[in-house]
């Protein structure tokens, strides 16, 4: 019987964050997958990021996680998206050759020291209930039997009592082509925890080689490149264009003479799908005054013709799929290769978890991705993230990592998970972040780096490139804060009223419409990365903003620093309503600002639960 630190179960993007992280903080990891040769598949959508989904990679990246490098070496197509808007909503997308991404994760996992990999399925887990509480000791596997640990990290995606839906036909699977997890999933039942049932989709791939790529739109990389990660200097590999077309009226029409035979629309699907992402039946039904819908289409990689058509998500009968897409723009003669689906499955409430990630219900044992009810890549790859150095940090006898939602958007996504649950599948976006100003992407190395450093995750390598980043920096708001225009070589031409050769560099960053990309032949900036130069432009710009912003940000900080006692009897305590006290028994929260955050809870009753907590203290350290 072999015994491991840490067992990460599902190699998906949770799983290898938190089997990395796990691992390079010294301890002893096993990964257990269903297939070794699907690590970090892409099950849907091949790319990573998007909007507020590009400022989580970024954070990963500034903590030494994984995912940022992995697609700087596999993506074929870069992008930051809401350009044309404030700097905090930018967001860095790429698309990835989804084939090389999965290579590429499964051999630095292979190649990490403390960290094995083994094929084999979970079909429950040790538990120990000899001291009074629930503790896990490890998992039972249906090949190689049972494997003790110290600490165990659940990331089974959709896995959990998989259902595929495709028209009336339906199928037990995690996702095409592999087998559900239903042994873990009546284990995790029968334990008590709260099970809700959620529904995600994806697309039918296309074959490029029917595709009338003339009659589309081409959508190309951006034309200077900004790397996901902190520490890759510029992205070489080859780059390929999207493309743009839409569904038109004709294509609404077939769509609604099929809809009796979509399990959405029969009754057949139980589970919630996502608001924001949903499938183009949803969108003919719910908009029905909208005359088309964009898709782009995407190649999955440089070596397959299988094209991700991203917008047209479905669950229909085959040959409503085939007959619907035959009426879009370039795509009349489109063969389909793979079918779209609609899968459910099952998800764990996420207010069972501490802010640590570690389940209330048995110590030791930790959630992280789409079994906490959230769906992309990057969110669960920030969750497994924080789980897999909160299982490491608990073996070596440390407090958790817990990261505030105004230090990161991963502390956000936590933050949500753990206070207000979710009845849908949850999405990271930007207005989600009181803080957004502050938690830019081009920032987050600033913010977390040191973090990472310390607790063992960011190399020394890496640590120094950080050093030096900063000081170039620092360098630049030097710079154009003591610069004149005349020193600069500014010419008249960017003069306005009141400026003359003596004039500063700040007042021209200033204006809304000057971007310094204008003067990057400027000596100085010559041979300062464009992502510094751009960072270096919003700090001046928005140096007023930003400035208010942290103000805010310590008032945040104050709540979440107020710990609530374990033993604290929410039921004695005047002037609590009982919903109030049932929802604080609910929940556990673990801070004051936690307990601000629970929906319904008031600010009369954080103010009672406050002076509670300082009246308690306060006796406490006068008693004899």
């Known amino acids: 019987m072999e015994f491991y630190d840490v067992i990460i179960v599902g190699a998906g993007h949770a799983g290898c964050e938190a089997a990395l992280a796990a691992a390079r903080m ?45 697609i ?38 292979e190649g990490t020291k403390n960290l094995h990999l083994r094929q084999d399925e979970v079909k429950g887990l040790v538990i120990d209930e000899s001291s009074g509480r629930a503790v896990v000791k490890g998992v039972e596997t249906s090949i190689f039997g049972r494997f003790l640990a110290n600490a165990v990290v659940l990331t089974t995606g959709t896995f959990l009592n998989g259902l595929i839906h ?73 780059q390929i264009p999207c493309y743009i077309t839409t ?61 991700y058509p991203n917008g047209i998500s479905t669950s229909l009968p085959v040959e409503a799929q085939i007959e619907f897409i035959r009426t879009i723009k370039g795509l009349e003669k489109a063969e389909v290769v793979r079918a779209g689906y609609a899968i ?13 990630l570690e389940t209330k219900k048995i110590r030791s044992l930790y959630f992280a991705g789409q079994i906490n009810g959230t769906t992309g890549y990057e969110e669960a790859a920030g969750q497994g993230l924080i789980a897999g150095i909160n299982a490491a940090r608990s073996i070596q006898g440390q407090d958790a990592l817990v990261l505030s939602r105004s230090k990161a958007y991963i502390g956000v996504l936590i933050d949500d998970l753990i206070t207000k649950g979710t009845q849908e599948p949850y999405r990271m976006f930007t207005s989600r972040a009181e803080h957004r100003l502050y938690l830019r992407e081009d920032n987050a190395d600033s913010r977390l780096t040191d973090i990472g450093y310390n607790i063992g995750l960011v190399s020394e390598n890496d640590y120094e490139k950080f050093k030096e980043r900063q000081g170039i920096l620092a360098s630049c708001l030097n710079y154009l804060k003591n610069t004149t225009f005349a020193q600069a070589g500014i010419t008249e031409t960017y003069f306005v009223e009141k400026d003359n050769g003596g004039s500063r560099l700040e007042g021209l960053v200033r204006r809304p419409n000057f971007s310094l990309d204008e003067i990057a032949d400027n000596e100085f900036f010559r041979e300062v990365p464009i992502s510094i130069r751009r960072r270096a432009e919003i700090e001046i710009k928005y140096e007023g903003y930003i400035a208010r912003e942290k103000k805010s940000v310590r008032s945040t900080e104050m709540l979440d620093r107020v710990r609530i006692p374990h033993q604290i009897e929410y039921g004695k305590i005047q002037g609590l309503s009982n919903e109030v006290v049932s929802k604080l028994n609910l929940h556990l929260p673990e801070t004051l600002g936690q307990a601000s955050r629970i929906s319904g809870l008031t600010p009369a009753a954080i103010q009672v639960l406050r002076i509670h907590i300082h009246k308690t203290r306060l006796e406490n350290s006068i008693s004899p």
Not at 204 to 229: C, G, M, N, Y
């Open 26 to 70: 010294g301890v002893k990891c096993l990964l257990i997958t269903q297939s070794m040769d699907k690590v970090a598949a892409m099950s849907c959508n091949p790319a990573i990021g998007g909007t507020a989904k590009g400022h989580l990679v970024k954070e990963i990246d500034a903590l030494g996680g994984e995912m940022a490098k992995a």
């Open 72 to 109: 700087d070496h596999t993506g074929i197509q870069f992008r930051i998206l809401n350009r044309r808007k404030g700097p905090a909503i930018w967001s860095s997308r790429a698309q990835a050759d989804m084939h090389l991404y999965s290579r590429y994760m499964k051999s630095v996992i």
């Open 166 to 238: 495709i028209g009336d036909k339906r199928t037990q699977a995690g996702r095409a082509g592999d087998a559900a997890s239903t042994s873990l999933a009546e284990f995790i039942r029968k334990y008590g925890f709260r099970v809700g049932r959620l529904k995600t989709g994806t697309t039918p791939r296309l074959d490029a080689k029917t595709i009338d790529w003339d009659s589309l739109e081409a959508q190309h990389s951006d034309e200077e490149i900004i790397p996901f990660s902190f520490t890759t200097e510029k992205i070489k590999q080859k």
């Open 247 to 307: 569904t038109n009226e004709q294509t609404h029409e077939v769509i609604r003479s099929y809809l009796h035979a979509s399990p959405l629309y029969s009754g057949t699907i139980t589970g919630i799908g996502p608001r924001y992402c949903p499938s183009i039946e949803d969108k003919v039904v719910k908009f029905p005054d909208r005359l088309s819908h964009q898709i782009f289409l995407e190649p999955q990689g440089y070596n397959t013709c299988e094209v």
């Open 344 to 356: 459910e499955y099952d998800f764990i409430d996420p207010t069972e978890l501490s802010a640590s």
